[in-house]
């Protein structure tokens, strides 16, 4: 028995030196995976290949497929008129797109494009040539001058645009401040992405927000008709633009304490700016007469309501447009 020890010591004795010289050998050198013929970049790129996949199947479960946004129609909103042109430096003219004429008297705006075209401005010859009587081609910036207006179209507009959005419609804002007052051609760039007039227009409307005056009451919109020539608008420019301001009119009419005036649509001014240089649907109100008190005091107090009802008037022609056709005005889904 003790001789059976002795020999598993002597053993186990000659193993631990192995060891330690296997260990001492490698420790200087001697002895590397190369020279036992292991490849050293195929243990790691091993590991880190099965890492990759175990990394990129995580990917995969927790990556969600990508959503397309829902299309919104996008509505231009213009709150006319603004800052008096007395108030306004030549700079801020500048910026808000007046051009200043000295052969013409001073600031303004050509009232076309060049025919079949869009920005390219008449200058006064090679259009359409409609002018408003005793007009011309150049409309100079004093024109556009109100005191009492501004505040009242862009309260309107203000109100509008929040009901338009909570009905799902993009919204865009000529202008946001009395303290602006942008010529009608520089308006019309909001019809563009990102205001780049090099692209195709994206907006599906153009809505201008106006109060009247001159001694009547009531509420109307201005009635395209006749030749509008600039490029790229459709055949149905007219008829849109007329079904899209009666739709917002009754709206008003039926949902405030606003009456009609005559019709519902005033067919005297078809030559405004904004309708010969428009690339979009475009529909022009004349919300009740500021000159009128009565007509003034609902401006002032109902202004919400006006707002809601330009909203529900547009999404009603959206909503008829799409179920195609006309017809009665009535409370309707969002045409979004």
Request: some cysteine; glycine content about 12%; charged content about 20%.
């Amino acid at each position: 028995m003790k001789k059976y020890f002795t020999v598993l010591i002597i053993v186990y004795g000659i193993i631990l030196i192995g060891l330690i010289a296997v260990f001492i050998l490698c420790l200087n050198g001697t002895i590397t995976l190369e020279k036992l013929g292991i490849n050293r970049d195929s243990i790691t790129s091993g590991e880190s290949s099965g890492s990759e996949q175990e990394q990129s199947g995580a990917a995969a479960v927790q990556t969600p497929e990508p959503t397309e946004e829902p299309y919104k129609k996008i509505i231009v909103l213009d709150p006319g008129h603004g800052l008096s042109s007395s108030s306004a430096s030549d700079e801020q003219k500048l910026a808000d797109g007046w051009i200043y004429n000295p052969s013409r008297g001073g600031w303004g705006e050509w009232r076309h494009w060049k025919s079949g075209t869009t920005w390219v401005d008449c200058e006064g010859s090679g259009c359409s040539g409609r002018v408003p009587s005793g007009g011309s081609c150049w409309y100079p910036i004093e024109n556009g001058d109100r005191d009492v207006e501004p505040e009242l179209n862009l309260n309107n507009t203000l109100s509008a645009q929040k009901y338009l959005e909570e009905m799902g419609y993009e919204v865009r804002l000529t202008r946001t401040s009395n303290s602006e007052n942008p010529s009608m051609t520089q308006r019309l760039k909001y019809c563009y992405p990102t205001l780049d007039t090099t692209r195709d227009p994206d907006a599906d409307a153009f809505v201008c927000i106006h109060s009247n005056a001159g001694g009547g009451r009531g509420s109307c919109y201005i009635s395209l008709s006749g030749l509008y020539d600039q490029a790229g608008i459709s055949d149905t420019y007219v008829s849109d633009g007329n079904e899209l301001g009666k739709y917002i009119n009754d709206r008003i009419v039926s949902s405030t304490s606003m009456g009609i005036s005559g019709s519902g649509a005033y067919d005297g001014f078809p030559t405004t700016i904004l309708f010969c240089k428009s690339p979009v649907t475009i529909a022009y109100l004349e919300i009740g007469f500021f000159d009128n008190q009565s007509d003034l005091n609902i401006l002032k107090t109902e202004s919400d309501s006006i707002g809601k009802a330009i909203a529900e008037g547009i999404n009603d022609y959206f909503t008829a447009k799409e179920s195609g056709g006309a017809g009665e005005t009535a409370q309707s889904a969002p045409a979004v």
